[in-house]
């Protein structure tokens, strides 16, 4: 029998008691593509607020919160919450990102190739900028994770029938890294990437069976789709997602949250995101391995053995 839906829908409001603090607003450089991946979970009034200071950043700071509304034909309460969505606390703030953008463009310093990276830049530089991003992006996401969720995850998991991980493109990378590793631990995984083979192998999950849905945006229906079944069949299943508030989060048991705060243009969630995505799964794998030492211990062993003569030196040629 179905279980009922979750009523997980965020309102786009500040966070509740007990939520983790928000991150530092995003960069102004960084709002154009804040905008891309957010506008798909906006609602269309939204999009035009989104769209309207995306576009024209100079024109759009010298307007009040009134004369955004009035520009765009929505309102000033949609202004607000268009900018919390997108990372500020205040439209004011929104509007001081915006003035920075538009002093940057007109500058006429060199193009960002993401929010800290210029394309002058010295290679020493971006090495330690995308380091400090790196580090910031785990940090961020080890600061919002909500243990007791994960502690969840890890006991449905470590006591799984059978687990199936979901993901696309990127995401779909780190559901095999997550398949791998409980496979080296002797759990039965499979990672799918393929949405009508995900689909119809979450028909057979049943109770006792988890399902593990990795989706940055929250939205993306391939992912969606086969967690919905899962969910529908009465397996447990975890959401990997940086939208908590996302139409994944309305089909998932528990919700692990990674960082959003660090995209850019060229940095977008396939790469920054996967950052996150693999600390989770790593705090994912070790929980398991903890919860299942005596299993888990030998399986390790006995698969660092079938590999290890192909991890040895060649012989010398003559």
């Known amino acids: 029998m179905t279980r009922e839906v979750k009523e997980t829908f965020g309102t786009g409001g500040p966070p509740g008691p007990g939520a983790a603090p928000r991150t530092s607003p995003p960069a102004p450089a960084a709002l154009a593509a804040k905008v891309r991946t957010l506008a798909p979970s906006m609602t269309r009034s939204m999009q035009r607020v989104a769209e309207a200071v995306a576009g024209d950043p100079a024109g759009c700071a010298a307007l009040t919160v009134t004369g955004l509304a009035e520009l765009t034909g929505t309102s000033e309460a949609t202004v607000v919450r268009t900018a ?21 463009q007109q500058s006429g310093r060199a193009p960002a190739i993401t929010t800290d990276i210029a394309v002058d830049d010295p290679i020493a530089d971006v090495v330690a900028k995308l380091a400090h991003d790196e580090q910031q992006t785990l940090a ?5 994770l909500d243990t007791a969720q994960l502690g969840a995850a890890v006991t449905a998991l470590a006591a799984a029938r059978r687990t199936d ?12 890294d997550l398949t791998q590793k409980l496979l080296r631990i002797g759990l039965i995984a499979h ?33 969606i789709e086969p967690l919905r079944v899962a969910f529908e069949h009465g397996a447990t299943t975890v959401a990997i997602t940086g939208r908590p ?45 903890q919860r299942t030492y005596e299993r888990a ?17 060649a012989p010398p040629r003559p």
């Not at 994944?248 to 060229?266: I, P």
């Open 84 to 104: 919390r969505l997108l990372g500020y606390p205040g439209y004011r703030d929104l509007r001081l990102a915006l003035a920075g953008l538009a002093a940057q």
């Open 165 to 176: 991980v979901y993901g696309i493109g990127a995401s779909g990378l780190v559901a095999q």
């Open 140 to 144: 961020d996401t080890a600061a919002g």
């Open 191 to 223: 990672a799918h990437s393929d949405p009508h083979l995900a689909v119809t192998n979450a028909v057979q999950l049943r109770a006792g069976d988890v399902a593990v849905a990795v989706t940055h945006s929250g939205s993306t229906g391939d992912v």
């Open 297 to 313: 211990a030998p399986a390790l062993s006995a698969s660092y053995e079938a590999l290890a003569h192909r991890h040895r030196s």
């Open 245 to 289: 508030d996302g139409p994944v989060a309305q089909y998932a048991d528990h919700v692990l949250t990674t960082s959003t705060a660090r995209e850019s243009e060229l940095r977008p969630a396939a790469m920054s995101s996967r950052t996150g995505q693999l600390l989770v799964v790593d705090c994912l794998f070790v929980g398991v391995a």
